[in-house]
């Protein structure tokens, strides 16, 4: 498994920071030792990747795929960014 590395928030430039809650629920419900994780831009709160948790998978893939998640929304949202900008050249 490579490990993905984080971009940069597309709207502010700071570094994600990674949101982890745990799946275990009162009285001996949910799911005990599991977490949902997920990169959050806490400087400006306008971009944020999916959660992913990991009941089914290690907890490492789990990590790794949610730095991806929010890699995936960076360049989703650049995408938008230069979209917009050339429209508005014309």
């Known amino acids: 498994m490579n490990y993905v590395e ?3 928030c597309p709207i502010c430039g700071a570094h994600p920071e990674k949101d ?3 799946l275990e ?3 001996g419900h949910g ?3 599991c977490y949902l ?4 831009c ?3 709160g306008l971009v944020q990747g999916k959660q992913i948790d990991d009941v ?3 907890k ?3 990590q790794n795929d949610a730095r991806g998640s929010w890699n995936e929304e960076v360049n989703r949202i650049r995408a938008l960014m230069r979209e917009n900008k050339n429209q508005y050249k014309e």
């Open 25 to 27: 629920r009162p009285g």
């Open 56 to 58: 089914y998978r290690h």
């Open 31 to 33: 799911y005990k030792g």
């Open 60 to 62: 490492d893939v789990a």
């Open 42 to 44: 806490e400087k400006c």
């Open 20 to 22: 982890v809650v745990s």
């Open 6 to 8: 984080l971009q940069a």
């Open 37 to 40: 994780y997920q990169y959050k």
